[in-house]
């Protein structure tokens, strides 16, 4: 068990900046939500909602759209396609609770999550 809280995912989430971390945070609560996967405008606007909860200016909707590519390239994320509704959906590639745990040692991702089955 403690490998998978060393994995490279996890260990990508304590070096996240500020509004990647955010767009995880928005994920996270997502799936503790019961949601399995997100389409990418879904992503933006749970993204958008906790900026705006914790007070912070979210950045614009195509600028944060990309911020999802920087998750995939670390390894916390991974996108799938549905060819045949033409979504792009984005799913947490790392345990969730490995996730929310490397986040929590930020308190503002701390009081997010903890406060946050209201904004997801």
């Not at 767009?23 to 749970?46: F, K, N, P, S, Y």
């Not at 979210?58 to 509704?85: F, I, N």
Request: net charge positive; proline share 4%; charged share 30%.
């Amino acid at each position: 068990l403690n490998g998978m809280f060393t994995s490279k995912g996890v260990r990508g989430v304590r070096e996240l900046p500020l509004h990647p971390s955010l767009v995880l945070c928005a994920a996270v609560l997502a799936e503790r939500g019961g949601c399995r996967g997100l389409t990418e405008e879904d992503l933006v606007q749970r993204y958008t909602r906790v900026c705006r909860k914790e007070g912070l200016q979210a950045l614009p909707r195509g600028e944060a759209k990309q911020l999802g590519q920087s998750l995939v390239d670390c390894g916390v994320m991974k996108r799938t396609s549905d060819k045949k509704s033409r979504s792009v959906w984005m799913h947490i590639d790392i345990p969730v609770d490995a996730a929310a745990e490397a986040l929590e040692e930020t308190p503002l991702f701390k009081h997010a999550l903890q406060d946050g089955m209201r904004i997801s």
